[in-house]
């Protein structure tokens, strides 16, 4: 079965970074392109990077343009989302979702099919 596995959050100080990672299994890893959304208490989950298939394609939120980087390693069926100069705002726990169509809206969650469980990322001031 398919599955996606989170890991790399915590709690960092404002100006830190962190490497999210996104595991995946039960799929041809290598045809699919995978998003990372965030959902903050009371808020909707929204879009935050997206790499695709090949990891030759990449689009960012404006909110971490500049300051996140996602990149894939096909041999080790992994998404990685390295985040830096954290503010209290990137607070939220992080999702790492399949996209289900390549035609499909990158930034609606709607669009992907399988998500992991998420890793909380706690940003100090």
């Known amino acids: 079965q398919v599955q996606l596995v989170e890991s790399g959050g915590g709690l960092v100080q404002a100006g830190g970074s962190l490497r999210l990672s996104c595991a995946a299994s039960?799929?041809?890893?290598?045809?699919?392109?995978v998003g990372w959304f965030r959902q903050a208490p009371g808020k909707e989950r929204e879009f935050v990077a997206i790499i695709n298939y090949s990891g030759s394609s990449t689009n960012y939120a404006d909110s971490v343009k500049g300051r996140a980087t996602i990149s894939r390693d096909n041999a080790k069926n992994t998404v990685y989302l390295q985040m830096n100069s954290l503010k209290p705002e990137d607070t939220a726990v992080y999702y790492c979702?399949?996209?289900?169509?390549?035609?499909?809206?990158?930034?609606?969650?709607?669009?992907?099919?399988?998500w992991g469980q998420g890793t909380q990322v706690t940003v100090s001031s």
């Open positions: 979702g399949r996209k289900r169509l390549a035609n499909s809206n990158t930034k609606s969650p709607s669009a992907y099919d399988y």
């Open positions: 039960g799929y041809a890893f290598n045809t699919f392109a």
